[in-house]
């Protein structure tokens, strides 16, 4: 459809700017053809890399080229889990947290903090078990006679999170000070710890996630319907939407295992890409992980060069998402 | 001729009230519109939804083509029975063109997508169902009519040997009744499908259906040809209420006498 077509290539011209800007926006300044030239250098394609400063080397391949590209997986994955679950629950106001994962994820990470300290990996990786944990108790809470539906499991989701954010709570009145401010900062999310090995960890859960998303994207039309309508077009709609709520609780886990609870991603970017392309999912899944890429790596650059100090991703995403939300009630237009 | 469908000595409660199905059988064959009929709580959804397999039934076989629907997976059912159910309410507004299409899904493979050969059936369904003008429209904008003709699309586009019609008729005007019952004896005819249809107007059962089934709380109370099962007693029995026969012509229709209804004693 030519509109797609135009809209994917304003996607696309979002994103080649976006992802310039990144790279030479912050307080080492890089100018855009010394960027070019570097990248051109480093893929061995023309220039010799030795010749630039060290200082501009580490900014540019080990600060802000990992930190660009763990942006681009979180936004694609906060964004795809959220279009997922909002298909499978029929309910265009669930979110990637709705089960609790990040409630559970915070408290994984507080544990490791209070207890152990700044330990990297360690951290990250009770924050992924957090995560998965509160998303399976409130999955289980919700099945009763072999039947899972959607208003319990958003109602177990909301006690799951209820009940982490009290242990959660009760970390953070016991911890020292100096770790409880390093939670705080945890919790409101940024990607300012990002790193190759944190790339390289989280590339394998994201693609593969995505993957399966895109590749079942046809059934979670289907699957929107409702249980009975998608059961008699031939869908196994527990098993099915086990499936959908796994790989999209993989996806947030990790995105929040290295980068905090980044909110409203996952809400209002599949909101957006409803109101830009309808709400096939056919189309929706795809332009809804780049949308979301392109909105957490604008993001992160407002939110680490807009002052002098970083400001969490988190608390950026949510003073552009809370308006927003709030333009599309008035406008009546999020029912969609 | 063959059965389409056979329901044999079936029952059904719920968890330990008392039973909302009691020993039912019949026969369905192709190219007949079978109507299910009688008063709310009767057991005609129940015996829809075990039809449909939404349901198990506690005893009973039902068999699609001699094959018995009990164990057959999800899928291979879609391919055999289509359903239209009584309510459809979509978060999200597919286009007319994307619901129908959704009916091809039972024959795509689990990580497919429709391809112009199941875009190809989609719209000679929406074409049989005389909405090709509404294709690209969203299905929130159409009239509760046309919805309900999208929705039969949609099962046509399974390609199935039966067709399940929930209460097709409960939120339409007099013309749209009309309209969405025409279509289907039409693909009746047209595809030899063997039809189950669930109504409550006494008059279109004996006006659309070549056969009935009478239920009344959970047991079969009659069988056969409309227009010999629906007589003024029957009904009066079953609803409680003082009923007239009018004759005009060829045609027949049950209405309510004036006065009070009356409780059965």
Redesign the interface.
């Known amino acids: 459809m030519p509109a797609k077509r135009l809209l994917t290539a304003i996607l696309a011209g979002l994103f080649v700017p976006a992802f310039f800007a990144a790279l030479f926006i912050g307080r080492y300044t890089l100018l855009p053809a010394e960027v070019v030239s570097m990248l051109v250098a480093w893929l061995g394609i023309s220039g010799n890399l030795a010749d630039w400063p060290d200082a501009a080397q580490v900014v540019l391949f080990q600060v802000r080229l990992p930190r660009l590209l763990m942006a681009l997986l979180v936004g694609a994955a906060l964004a795809g889990s959220g279009t997922a679950l909002q298909g499978v629950m029929r309910n265009p106001l669930v979110s990637p947290y709705i089960l609790g994962l990040s409630a559970g994820a915070s408290f994984g990470a507080a544990l490791v903090a209070a207890f152990f300290g700044d330990v990297y990996l360690f951290r990250q990786l009770f924050a992924f078990l957090g995560g998965v944990i509160a998303t399976v108790a409130a999955y289980r809470i919700a099945r009763v006679r072999s039947e899972t539906p959607v208003l319990s499991l958003v109602l177990s989701g909301v006690l799951v999170g209820a009940f982490f954010t009290a242990l959660l709570s009760m970390i953070q009145l016991f911890v020292d000070p100096y770790r409880l401010a390093g939670i705080i900062f945890w919790m409101m999310g940024g990607l300012h710890r990002s790193s190759w090995t944190a790339v390289q960890l989280s590339l394998g859960p994201v693609l593969f996630g995505l993957l399966v998303l895109y590749k079942l994207r046809w059934r979670l039309n289907v699957l929107s319907l409702g249980d009975d309508e998608a059961r008699s077009l031939g869908l196994s709609v527990g098993k099915e939407r086990i499936i959908f709520i796994g790989i999209a609780t993989m996806l947030a886990a990790t995105a929040v295992a290295f980068c905090g609870s980044i909110g409203w991603v996952g809400l209002m970017i599949p909101h957006m890409a409803r109101m830009i392309v309808g709400p096939d999912h056919r189309v929706v899944i795809p332009f809804s992980f780049s949308l979301g890429a392109v909105f957490v790596l604008l993001s992160d650059t407002m939110a680490r060069s807009l002052f002098e100090f970083e400001i969490p991703l988190g608390v950026i995403t949510t003073l552009v998402g809370v308006p927003f939300f709030a333009y599309l009630l008035k406008k009546g237009e999020a029912a969609w | 001729m063959v059965e389409r469908i056979t329901v044999e000595n079936l029952s059904y409660r719920y968890d330990d009230h008392k039973w909302a199905l009691q020993d039912i059988s019949f026969k369905v064959e192709p190219g007949e519109i079978f109507a299910l009929f009688g008063p709310n709580s009767c057991g005609k959804t129940t015996l829809l939804r075990c039809i449909?397999?939404?349901l198990k039934p506690k005893t009973g076989i039902i068999r699609v083509d001699g094959l018995n629907l009990a164990g057959m997976?999800?899928?291979?059912?879609?391919?055999r029975?289509?359903?239209v159910?009584q309510i459809?309410?979509?978060?999200?507004?597919?286009?007319v063109e994307?619901m129908v299409l959704?009916?091809r899904?039972?024959h795509?493979g689990?990580?497919?997508?429709?391809d112009s050969a199941a875009l190809t059936v989609a719209r000679k369904s929406i074409n049989d169902m005389g909405i090709g003008h509404l294709a690209d429209r969203y299905i929130n904008t159409l009239s509760g009519g046309e919805r309900q003709l999208v929705l039969i699309a949609r099962s046509l586009a399974?390609e199935t040997g039966v067709l399940l019609l929930d209460e097709p008729t409960t939120y339409l005007d007099f013309r749209n009744q009309n309209q969405v019952l025409q279509q289907v004896r039409s693909l009746v005819e047209k595809r030899d499908l063997a039809v189950i249809i669930t109504l409550h107007d006494p008059n279109l059962v004996i006006q659309h259906a070549h056969r009935v089934l009478l239920l009344q709380e959970g047991k079969v109370v009659g069988i056969g040809a409309p227009r010999e099962k629906l007589r003024r007693e029957t009904l009066e029995e079953i609803y409680h209420l003082p009923v007239e026969e009018v004759t005009s012509g060829d045609h027949f229709f049950l209405v309510p006498r004036d006065g009070c209804c009356h409780d059965h004693e």
Not at chain 2, 73 to 79: E, I
Not at chain 2, 110 to 114: A, E, I, N, S, V
Request: hydrophobic letters at 35%; glycine letters at 6%; zero cysteines.
């Open positions: 449909s397999s939404l997976p999800a899928v291979k059912q879609a391919r029975v289509a359903v159910h459809h309410q979509s978060t999200f507004p597919y286009n994307t959704m009916g899904t039972p795509l689990f990580l497919g997508t429709p399974q």
